[in-house]
């Protein structure tokens, strides 16, 4: 898949120096999260370990800009068997539900250390790997995979055209209110790929941060 020329004009009026300033922001900002965050993730990695078979680092197909399928790294929050024995876990209505928005509000394949780590989105934290690698940035749309390109109909162009993110419009500002369903995810993603701006990306970082802040004090 490439981004068609006009798509990617459209979509990147952006002034061309806030793009290498982005990026530059990126790459050291997430350095500096990354050393000051090993050693707790090594730590996180043995406790999921203990808890659970399985690799406790994930990495997962998702498509990234002009898309290029990408590996995104992600703590394991499920039990090993989760995906490959999926109907043994949930309910013939969990699993409508998960077919739709490839989530649950209950999931019954979620570890005890997997729902902490999802409540507070400490499961995302190795994406700033990613996020150094140059597949991701760390404010964007959120990765999908090929499945729910889909979603996105005429428009699977234009959001591809920019650097899927650790955090975003939608992630910070509405998650679960938000759904494929509807439509009101897709386009919150847009709406996030045609507004870009230093304002728009500080206000959502600043939106991020308060939520896990409210989480983890809870």
Known sequence: MAVRSAARAAACFKPKTYRYVKRALDLGI?????????????????VIRLESSGAPLLRLD???????????FKLRTMYEDAEEH???????????EWEAEHKLD?????????????????DEFPQFLNVIMGDMSIVGPRPVTVEELERYGDDVDTVLSVR????GYWQAFARNDATWES??????EMHYV????PAFDARIILKTFGAISGLTGK
Not at 86 to 96: G, K, N, R, V
């Open 30 to 46: 997430s350095l500096l999260v990354a050393a000051v965050g090993a050693i707790p993730v090594a730590m996180t990695c043995i």
């Open 62 to 72: 998702r498509v990234g800009r002009d898309g290029a399928l990408f590996g995104m």
């Open 86 to 96: 999926i109907e043994s876990y949930l309910t013939p209505d969990q699993l409508a």
């Open 106 to 122: 209950d999931d019954p394949r979620i570890t005890k250390v997997g729902r902490f780590l999802r409540k507070t989105s400490l």
């Open 164 to 167: 899927p993110g650790v955090t």
């Open 183 to 188: 439509g009101e995810r897709q386009e919150m």
């Open 194 to 197: 045609l507004h870009i701006t």
